[in-house]
Nanobody, 122 residues
Framework: QVQLVESGGGLVQAGGSLRLSCAAP????????VGWFRRAPGKEREFVAT????????YYANSVKGRFTISRDNAENTVYLQMDSLKFDDTAVYYC???????????????WGQGTQVTVSL
């Protein structure tokens, strides 16, 4: 499994925006589909968005559709999650993970990175 590093989290007011980054130091992820997942306090980890290796196909959870945009720059070996119109309920630790196929079930992955904390204040 590819080790990924998440960054870009922070504290933002409701309605604000953040852009998260997912990178694989020392490795290429251009052949992998990459997904973003999140775990809110007291809740199970859940799917947020995923993108195919080519970037042609993207999928979103209903709760973020129209507000979040996943993209990738294979030249930079990085996958991004642009989060707009943030809501209090988006508060969570955000994780990325990669596989050769698109995966929306977080239970598929056996290990996770440290994630990046996103806190949305009212």
């Amino acid at each position: 499994q590819v080790q990924l590093v998440e960054s870009g989290g922070g504290l933002v007011q409701a309605g604000g925006s953040l852009r998260l980054s997912c990178a694989a130091p020392g490795r290429t992820i251009r052949r992998y589909a990459v997904g973003w997942f999140r775990r809110a306090p007291g809740k199970e980890r859940e799917f947020v968005a995923t993108i195919s290796w080519s970037g042609e196909n993207t999928y979103y959870a209903n709760s973020v559709k129209g507000r979040f945009t996943i993209s990738r720059d294979n030249a930079e070996n990085t996958v991004y999650l642009q989060m707009d119109s943030l809501k209090f309920d988006d508060t969570a630790v955000y994780y990325c993970n990669a596989d050769f196929a698109v995966v929306t079930n977080p239970g598929h992955f056996g290990s996770w990175g440290q994630g990046t904390q996103v806190t949305v204040s009212l």
